[in-house]
């Protein structure tokens, strides 16, 4: 059974950087996809980005486009989430969710999600 769990929230200036990072374990590294979302209370959850093994199998919302970049660590079993040039609207709750083998289409929304980490604010002052 996989299990995903977060860390590197906190509070940072608009303008800043943070890394956010997704421990894996409980399945084989290379065939788990990892989503990251986020969401504010009172609003919808956002699927913000997600990559698997496979080249090119990538997906960054419009929303964090050029600013977020995510990424896999072999040597740590994780999936990183670099974000750059932060704004008050990336405050967020973020958390990342594991599928298998590839990261699934918007259309089938979260209905491959194995696993759910429990989440880490991001917070962005001005």
């Known amino acids: 059974e996989v299990h995903v769990v977060e860390s590197g929230g906190g509070l940072v200036q608009a303008g800043g950087s943070l890394t956010l990072s997704c421990l894996v374990s409980g399945f084989s590294f290379d065939d788990i996809a990892i989503n990251w979302f986020r969401q504010v209370p009172g609003k919808e959850r956002e699927r913000i980005s997600c990559m698997s093994r496979t080249p090119g199998d990538m997906f960054y919302a419009d929303s964090v486009q050029g600013r977020f970049t995510i990424s896999r660590v072999d040597a740590k079993n994780t999936v990183d989430l670099q974000m750059n040039g932060l704004r008050d609207e990336d405050t967020a709750v973020y958390t990342c969710?594991?599928?298998?083998?590839?990261?699934?289409?918007?259309?089938?929304?979260?209905?491959?999600?194995?696993?759910w980490g429990k989440g880490t604010l991001v917070a962005v002052s001005s």
């Open positions: 969710a594991a599928e298998k083998y590839y990261c699934s289409g918007l259309d089938i929304g979260v209905r491959r999600i194995d696993s």
